[in-house]
């Protein structure tokens, strides 16, 4: 599982782990049944605080994206795309609106952002 997070964004480093965890269950990237790394080994492959991660962890188990299994670890679960409308489209507007400020972030104007969306889109 590669996860990138950036402390210099303004979103949280734990809610960057909880968007991509739960972008990789819903596109497939992440299996159903995929054992998560422990909070441990996460929070050193990312260089960050166990509580970090684990507070990731928590917000993905209470949106039903994984589920701890205690000892055995964490797991991926079925999760399928949101089917309410209204939900699909705030998540969408929340996604963008954290695309536009780490693009902001960045420096990129419309069209660079658009271009990297592009791109992105054409490889996921």
Known sequence: MILRVDPSQAL?????????VTRMAV???????????????????LGLAKGTVAKAYELLEQSAVVESKGHKGTFV??????ADTVQAVDGLREAAEAYVVAAR???ADLDGARTALDDAWRLL
């Open 27 to 45: 596109t497939g990237t992440l299996a159903p049944g995929t054992r998560l790394p422990t909070i441990r080994q996460l929070a050193a492959d």
């Open 77 to 82: 679960r079925d999760v399928a795309p949101a």
């Open 12 to 20: 949280p480093v734990y809610e960057q782990i909880r968007q991509q």
């Open 105 to 107: 972030q960045w420096g």
